[in-house]
């Protein structure tokens, strides 16, 4: 057994880990998913979106470059998803552009990491998506992870609530590989309840895409069945 220095050891986390803390949410705009439905309306208007003459509870606004519809979607009250609509649609050859083009702008962000490390995310020229999502019923999209923004103390309430101070005076080394272990499955599993997709959608022919940026925090999990 070798003394444990604590600071040592908090700070080597610090480096080599992406930290999240559990009260750290789904970002829109860096405005939290969370709070009421109304709540957020007014923090997104206050962003510059409009109400929708043509449909309650929806605003319109400018995205990313493009001109798009949010639906604000809640659960027991709490809003759990921001859902972006593009206004308009697009032949097969624009939106595979649209969708690369996010496929290449999520990948240069780091803010986000892909939730399937080794899958392809853009579509090739050849590809025929009207052939394949109507024939073949595929799914065109592509899921992100935001990188959390946690701080110091996060990781240290992690650390206090995981084990007794006693445990963290004298450890082996073979006990800090357990800390480290416990940590990064910790992570992996919050990590995932900050959700930020997109899809193409089709209609008549047409194509748009709907991004969603959801906080699993607030989605239904059975607890109303």
Not at 68 to 82: D, E, L, M
């Amino acid at each position: 057994m070798r003394k444990f220095d604590f600071l040592f050891f908090f700070t080597l986390l610090l480096v080599t880990s992406n930290l999240f803390a559990q009260k750290d949410v789904t970002m829109f705009l860096g405005i939290p998913i969370d709070g009421s439905k109304d709540e957020m309306l007014n923090k997104l208007k206050s962003k510059g979106f409009k109400n929708n003459p043509n449909s309650r509870d929806v605003l319109s606004g400018e995205f990313n470059g493009t001109d798009v519809n949010i639906h604000v979607v809640t659960n027991n009250n709490k809003v759990y998803r921001i859902m972006v609509t593009d206004v308009n649609t697009r032949n097969e050859s624009d939106i595979k552009i649209r969708y690369n083009n996010l496929c290449q702008q999520f990948s240069n962000n780091k803010k986000y990491i892909h939730a399937v490390t080794d899958a392809k995310c853009e579509i090739s020229d050849d590809e025929d998506i009207s052939f394949q999502m109507l024939v073949k019923d595929k799914r065109y999209e592509a899921i992100y992870y935001q990188i959390s923004d946690s701080t110091p103390e996060d990781l240290q309430s992690f650390i206090s609530s995981k084990y007794p101070p006693e445990q963290l005076v004298d450890i082996s080394s073979e006990f800090r590989d357990q800390i480290i272990e416990d940590y990064s499955s910790y992570f992996a599993q919050t990590q995932t309840k900050k959700v930020v997709w997109y899809m193409i959608t089709e209609n008549s022919g047409r194509y748009n895409i709907t991004m969603y940026y959801d906080n699993e925090y607030n989605n239904a999990n059975g607890e109303d069945l």
